[in-house]
């Protein structure tokens, strides 16, 4: 078991930036990929970023390639979301997930998860 909690989101400007946390507790988080996700108002939750247990290698959506940047401290059992240049399509509930099996792009393949921090941009 893993638990998740995410932290760091907000109401920022257009153009701004946001630095979100996932704290994890429970099971060896360095064993596990992490994930991010988000989910606008009316819209399915949408895969955003991705990190190998090491941190050695990411993966990101085409939508945040270039203006966000996923990383990790296994020793603080955290996974960080870098933000920048944020656009109002970026408002979301963002949420972080444990992988387990499959592709890091599907959220089937994650098997815990945080309750979600909100990001609002504002143009």
Not at 18 to 35: I, V
Request: aromatic content about 16%; overall charge positive.
């Amino acid at each position: 078991q893993v638990q998740l909690v995410e932290s760091g989101g907000g109401l920022v400007q257009a153009g701004g930036s946001l630095r979100l946390s996932c704290a994890a507790s429970g099971r060896t988080f360095s064993s596990y990929a992490m994930g991010w996700f988000r989910q606008a108002p009316g819209k399915e939750r949408e895969f955003v970023a991705a990190i190998s247990w090491s941190g050695g290698s990411t993966y990101y959506a085409d939508s945040v390639k270039g203006r966000f940047t996923i990383s990790r401290d296994n020793a603080k059992n955290t996974v960080y979301l870098q933000m920048n240049s944020l656009k109002p399509e970026d408002t979301a509930v963002y949420y972080c997930a444990a992988y387990q099996w499959g592709s890091y792009y599907q959220e089937r393949g994650y098997d815990y998860w945080g309750q979600g921090t909100q990001v609002t941009v504002s143009s």
